[in-house]
């Protein structure tokens, strides 16, 4: 009887492994070069190699990284169930739209700015076989794999192009208040505030140009050329100057000399419904890539059949790993932290060694 268990599971395992063959075999693509599981994305990997050497800059982390991840949420938050259930048209999400209809789209207040990553893009989408909205989330996934420290991101290929803009007010400001920002979120895509807290994970490699004009490029965090944890810690120390001049909308006091906080990240770590989440990711590198990686996916797909859609994920590249570890800046400890999460103690990190850290652009 033992022998004869033994014979069917053996037997079960090899059938198993034929079907999973069968899931993951992969395609010779085109190029000679490349393969994939399925042949549709094999157009992708040109797209891919071409951004990163002319767009990305060879592979960098840097500041067209932070705009193109930037301008994957810009693109995919202009959506609106509670309009749609009105019969009113709420806006097609991760769609293209704010690239196909520019001249509206980056007119929106909260979208000041970001016609220069549309316009650096541009001519990418118009040498390669893709729609804006494809685009604009696959340039977001390979730029975001740059970032040591970075979760693999998901890529689903299939948006159909945008036919009418996203309304204006679908994007949050970082002047708007906790409730109205969670409530955005959720009437997008039905997005939890754990779920905003991961996404604004991307903090962690972006940085401010226009809320303050004087001083484009300043950072939210004192790393932002890696994905890693440095932004939750340092959005709950205590703030004591601007990096430019005082009285922007939407900016607060921040830590560090040349770091940015904005109003909405300082009231989110702070916030009853947010803070512990917030204080969870100061040193879990594991659950900030892990929540980051799954928030992602589901903001890259808002609007869309994903049942039309094919998973090209592995043409995105592997991130490089962490290259840095939870730590309080020179010169800051957890004298500094202004604790917010009511259920556990901030964590006790170490203090870099030196002067006060001063964060420069990017």
């Known amino acids: 009887m033992a022998f004869k268990t033994l014979a069917t599971f053996v037997s079960a395992l090899a059938a198993l492994q034929v079907v999973n063959g069968a899931i993951t075999r992969r395609v010779a693509c085109p190029d000679g070069v490349n393969t994939a599981t399925n042949a549709a994305c094999c157009g992708l990997f040109a797209v891919r190699d071409d951004i990163q050497k002319n767009l990305f800059d060879n592979g960098e982390c840097g500041e067209d990284v932070h705009e193109s991840l930037r301008l994957t949420f810009h693109d995919a938050i202009g959506f609106s169930r509670s309009a749609a259930a009105n019969g009113v048209f709420g806006g097609g999400g991760a769609d293209g739209s704010i690239s196909i209809f520019e001249s509206i789209e980056a007119n929106f207040h909260a979208s000041i700015g970001i016609d220069e990553i549309i316009n650096e893009q541009a001519p990418f989408i118009a040498r ?7 685009f604009i989330q696959f340039a977001g996934a ?12 998901e890529f689903l290929l299939g948006r159909p192009a945008a036919t009418q803009p996203a309304p204006d007010k679908t994007i949050p400001e970082p002047f708007d208040t906790v409730d109205t920002i969670l409530s955005r979120f959720a009437d997008a895509a039905g997005f939890t505030p ?5 996404l604004l994970a991307s903090h962690t490699i972006a940085a401010a140009d226009v809320v303050d004009p004087t001083i484009p490029g300043t950072p939210f965090d004192s790393t932002p050329s890696f994905f890693d944890t440095q932004f939750f810690i340092e959005t709950q120390l205590r703030g004591t100057g601007f990096p430019g001049t005082a009285g922007n909308q939407g900016e607060v006091l921040s830590p560090l ?44 797909v808002i609007g869309q059949d994903v049942s039309q859609m094919v998973d090209c994920s592995d043409v995105i590249p592997v991130p490089p790993p962490p290259q840095s570890t939870a730590h309080f800046p020179a010169g800051l400890s957890n004298a500094d932290v202004e604790q917010a999460c009511a259920e556990t103690p901030f964590p006790t990190l170490p203090t870099d060694p030196g002067p006060v850290t001063s964060v420069p652009p990017v």
Request: with cysteine; charged share 20%; aromatic share 2%.
């Open 128 to 134: 390669h076989n893709i729609t804006p909205g494809d």
């Open 142 to 153: 390979v730029g975001v794999s740059n970032c040591p420290g970075a979760p693999r991101l």
């Open 194 to 198: 754990e779920e905003v807290v991961a």
């Open 257 to 300: 000399p040349g770091e940015m906080r904005l109003q909405s990240d300082s009231e989110l770590a702070r916030d009853a419904r947010t803070a512990c989440e917030w204080q969870s990711m100061v040193n879990n590198q594991a659950k900030m890539m892990s929540t980051f990686k799954a928030a992602m996916a589901k903001l890259a």
